[in-house]
């Protein structure tokens, strides 16, 4: 089974992997990895979370765009993780269990599917809002108005949601089933009766296997519509993440060059850099978490995940790691965040 290289889901790389109507303890070592690993990024995606929320729940926090910016993005890291979990089991019982209800199987063309994507994208997004907040503060400097960015961002949040709903609605609209059967031996009780199976195929016994597939059928100026929404999706906040990071060295190092005549630029951007280090930290290892992802979204032509199971499932997990990470790469090397992540920690523990 085929299938285009832009979009590779979790169904298209498990597909011929799982065994229908076998014990998951006698599935393929790929299968059972993958669940292995669904369940410890589920652990730390949820510890992350909850920790997230701690930290940027607090009011003293709030009172700047950017705050709210991650608050938001706490809460859908929470949501990505746990669909990411629901579809990757949902993907194997349903291959498990081939007499599955079709209405059941709809579930994951119209709903799961999409949401998980607009959860992905979206964090993707309010990073990016996080990174071009932070580069137009350090730009204004003291007249950065901060009731002005806290109003603008409820209003991006909002906007964001509805703008990237809207790009991938086609998605459940253009869905459909395409239902399928093979022939397979049926299973032989002794070794005896396999090797003379063997010998005379004639004499053996089949068996039909019934599949079901969610397919998504697009005309040619939907598919363009839809690849040029994934691209957006894709680059373009992981290209504001780069050139804010970017823009707040080398525009900080500019001002403060024509003020101090005594320091060279390269000087000043070089203590720019480790000054900002914590400003420079989370893009760069959002760019670098999404590149994997992007190597698979751009590849030509069709693709046999089959053919490198391993690699695109790796691929496929790694580009999740993102809406995992947001404790790490935002509060802990920030002083200001850590110190509220430990005193809300403590006032959870006093009350209790």
Not at 344 to 350: A, D, E, H, L, V
């Amino acid at each position: 089974m085929y299938t285009k290289g832009i979009g590779l889901t979790i169904n298209d790389i498990l597909r011929n992997q799982i065994q229908p109507n076998t014990l998951f303890g006698n599935q393929s070592a790929l299968v059972q990895s993958a669940a292995g690993i669904t369940m410890i990024m589920f652990i730390i995606g949820f510890i992350n979370g909850i920790f997230s929320l701690i930290t940027f729940r607090n009011k003293e926090l709030r009172k700047v765009g950017c705050v709210l910016y991650l608050l938001a993005s706490s809460i859908t890291s929470l949501l990505t993780i746990t669909m990411l979990t629901i579809k990757f089991w949902f993907v194997v019982l349903i291959q498990l269990y081939s007499t599955v209800n079709t209405s059941i199987l709809r579930t994951d063309c119209v709903f799961l599917g999409p949401v998980l994507k607009l959860c992905l994208y979206l964090d993707g997004w309010l990073n990016a809002c996080v990174a071009i907040e932070r580069a137009v503060n350090v730009s204004k400097g003291v007249n950065f108005d901060q009731n002005l960015s806290k109003r603008v961002a409820r209003w991006i949040i909002l906007i964001l949601l509805i703008l990237i709903m809207g790009s991938i609605v086609h998605e459940p609209i253009h869905h459909d089933l395409f239902e399928y059967t093979i022939q397979k031996h049926k299973p032989m009780n002794n070794y005896l009766t396999v090797n003379m199976s063997m010998e005379n195929d004639t004499n053996a016994e089949y068996e039909n296997e019934y599949h079901v597939l969610c397919v998504i059928r697009y005309s040619r100026s939907v598919q363009i519509y839809n690849t040029i929404t994934l691209f957006i999706h894709l680059l373009v906040p992981f290209l504001a993440n780069l050139c804010s990071a970017l823009f707040i060295i080398f525009g900080t190092a500019r001002r403060r060059s024509a003020a101090q005549k005594n320091e060279t630029f390269k000087e000043i951007v070089r203590k720019q850099m480790s000054e900002h280090k914590q400003l420079l930290i989370s893009p760069f290892i959002l760019l670098i978490l999404a590149m994997p992802r992007l190597i698979v979204s751009l590849a030509s032509g069709c693709v046999d995940p089959s053919q490198n199971h391993w690699l695109y499932l790796c691929a496929y997990f790694v580009s999740f790691t993102p809406p995992m990470l947001i404790f790490t790469v935002f509060v802990l090397p920030s002083e200001l965040y850590s110190k509220t992540f430990k005193e809300s920690m403590t006032q959870c523990c006093i009350c209790k």
